[in-house]
């Protein structure tokens, strides 16, 4: 046998061809896993993914690698029944399926940063709505006034379960634990004996109810309002204000999460806080280095800086004033964090330029809290440039900028960027027909639609009019025209609503990358000609720039 | 008595990592001559023109699988009394009784340990002559 030292070589290098092309190999699960369940169903998909599955099983320990295997072997387990399955794979063995990919993934990142290796891994696309599918249970009016209220929901990560009488709803309540109910306001006489005793349990945090009537009159508002409801809806129902105004009764996160900068040189509570605010739904990036903390603010343009007082070689506050000296971040919401009792240099702290000062060990609800209220407000006083006012995304300018700051990132640590131009179809003819405010929702429901089925990571902005663009970091033109077409789908299966007429609204989209594309202008007027193309080839589908 | 030498093996194995920590493991570590072949249907070519004295031989590869190549080796006259082994993920006792039933003299699991794979091989090469 060769000497020992030669072994251990080759079998390094394998190793680290292995890892390199895991990126690769679980891409393609992904896509695999995605187009089980929105393509029409195909046991040959299972099959192909359950091959994929047990490679990656039978070969991961071989290179070192134990924990891959483990994984895959699960997401093998998990796949295997549906080989042989006629029908489309029920939520079960999804989520079986989607909790041992998303093991796998963890465990495919935690190797590639242990190994060194960036961007290796990537950030897979929503397989389950962001944040886990919100549930509502539903019992509606004898006549339907949902039309595939159900699939439209799912788009926007709310699964519908339906009742199909006022006897079972109670049972459906109690299974499902929904977020929110919708109900039928003629039902309401039927269930209000079982019902309102369970959504009034002591223990229970109350369920909202939501009233759907075709009656809009006073009558049944009162109505509504007298049995508690928590909204009413006028059927036929307009999706995106039923969406908002779920997100509203559910929490859901803005439409763009808050981006937070920790700067701490303790790492394992900075890891804490970390989970704490990403747990929460915010973006959070951890600076241990002082040297570190003007390049990462650059870059991450983050909502709000968590900073600790004591830090080696100079004070927090001292950082504070340092930071509040640029221009472009004069404004920038600072929060100390450390375990300084001391009120006296608190208030100095203050003065130095904080916003506020937590005191450690800082609970998580306590963290959250005084986090979001100040990102709030420094947004809303920021809104005006940055933010479009209707959809709550990123402005003409804003989009640019980041862009800018995309490519220079793309440029540092390798990987593509990609660049999407989307812009609605015939909106003019929305607007003339069904009014601007018909419009303006249409255009509302697209922003939401994209909001959810991107990644926190993707920046999405309202380029123009009825033009939107969207920014997929460390994501090929191939994944991003699969990902915009699948989106491009479901928004052309929204039922939009102006009073009685129903409509729907499609949109067309080109998709360009860096590389090969090098800079700002050029990938965009790419992206530009591609959806010039895809309008010419007959509107409603993406291409790609050749 | 000591077992006949063993000099070369074939690797019939579809997966392209598998095959190179395989490679590594028989050639580099266990010393071995050893041929590649990425499908049943081409070992049955190349078998008979390499003679090995083993055949490590996979048994989930798309085409022509493990078992089914087994049968047309058998039929092959330079291939007909080649030792084989599979190499498996499934690896329960009854799995494991089911491809020596099929003809094998063994059974290895999948994910193997690229150092300890020729020591096993020798191991199994020597009971089976014993």
Known sequence: ?546 | MNPPPLKRILLVEDDPDIQAVGQLALEVVGGFEIAVCSSGQEALTVAPVFDPELILLDVMMPGLDGPATLRQLRVVAATEHTPVIFLTARSQQHEVNHYIGLGAIDVIAKPFDPMALANLITQIWTAHHG
């Open chain 1, 1 to 546: 046998m060769a000497d020992r030292s030669f072994v251990d070589q080759q079998l390094q290098a394998l190793r680290l061809d292995y890892l390199r092309q895991l990126g690769e190999k679980l891409t393609a699960l992904s896509d695999g896993r995605l187009a089980l369940t929105w393509l029409p169903w195909e046991p040959q998909r299972a099959v192909d993914l359950h091959r994929k599955a047990h490679s990656l099983a039978g070969s991961g320990a071989s290179f070192g690698f134990r924990e891959l295997s483990l994984n895959a072997h699960q997401l093998e387990l998990a796949l295997l029944p549906l080989c042989e399955q006629t029908v489309m794979p029920d939520a079960a063995q999804l989520a079986l399926i989607d909790t041992a990919l998303e093991a796998l993934f963890g465990t495919s990142r935690a190797l590639c940063v242990g190994a060194g290796e960036p961007c290796c891994s990537p950030v897979p696309f929503p397989l389950r709505s962001e944040g886990c599918t919100k549930n509502l249970v539903l019992l509606n009016e004898e006549s339907s006034v949902t039309s595939n209220l159900d699939t439209q929901l799912s788009f926007f990560g709310y699964s519908v379960h339906t009742a199909s009488d006022p006897d079972s709803l109670v049972a459906l309540v109690r299974n499902v634990a929904p977020v929110a109910l919708l109900l039928g306001l003629a039902r309401l006489e039927t269930v209000s004996a079982s019902l309102m005793p369970l959504l009034q349990e002591p223990d229970r945090v109350p369920i909202p109810l939501i009233f759907l009537s075709q009656h809009t009159d006073l009558e049944a508002r009162l109505k509504a309002v007298r049995a508690g409801g928590s909204a009413f809806i006028p059927s036929p129902v307009e999706i995106s204000e039923l969406v908002l105004l779920l997100d509203s009764l559910t929490n859901v996160a803005p439409p763009e999460p808050y981006r937070v900068l920790i700067m701490d040189d303790a790492i394992l509570l900075t890891r804490m806080h970390t989970l704490i605010l990403r747990g929460a739904g915010m973006h959070v990036r951890e600076v241990y280095d002082p040297a570190e903390l003007l390049p990462a603010l650059a870059e991450q343009q983050p909502d709000l800086v968590l900073m600790d007082m004591y830090l080696p070689g100079c004070a927090g506050h001292e950082l504070a004033a340092l930071i509040r000296q640029q221009p472009a971040f004069h404004g920038m919401p600072i929060v100390f964090l450390s375990s300084e009792t001391d009120r006296e240099i608190q208030l100095a702290a203050m003065e130095q330029g904080g916003d506020d000062f937590l005191t450690k060990p800082v609970s998580a609800a306590h963290l959250i809290a005084a986090v979001k209220s100040r990102v709030e407000r420094a947004r809303v006083i920021r809104g005006q440039l940055n933010r479009d006012s209707l959809t709550g995304l990123l402005s003409h300018a804003a989009t640019t900028e980041q862009l800018g700051r995309e490519l220079d990132r793309a440029e540092r640590y390798g990987g593509t960027l990609s660049v999407v131009m989307i812009d609605v179809d015939h909106f003019k003819g929305v607007n003339d027909t069904y009014g601007h405010v018909a419009g303006d929702r249409v255009l509302k429901s697209l922003a939401r639609l994209l909001r959810q089925q991107l990644r926190s990571s993707d920046v999405v902005g309202r380029y123009g009019g009825e033009e939107f663009v969207v920014l997929l970091p460390q994501t090929s033109g191939d994944q991003a025209l699969r990902a915009l077409d699948r989106i491009r789908n479901q928004f052309a299966h929204i039922v939009h609503y102006a009073g009685e007429a129903a409509f729907s609204v499609t949109f067309s989209a080109g998709v360009s990358s860096v590389p090969p594309f090098g800079n700002c202008n050029s990938v965009l007027e790419a992206a530009d000609s591609a959806l010039y193309r895809a309008k010419q080839g007959g509107r409603n589908c993406v291409l790609l720039t050749h």
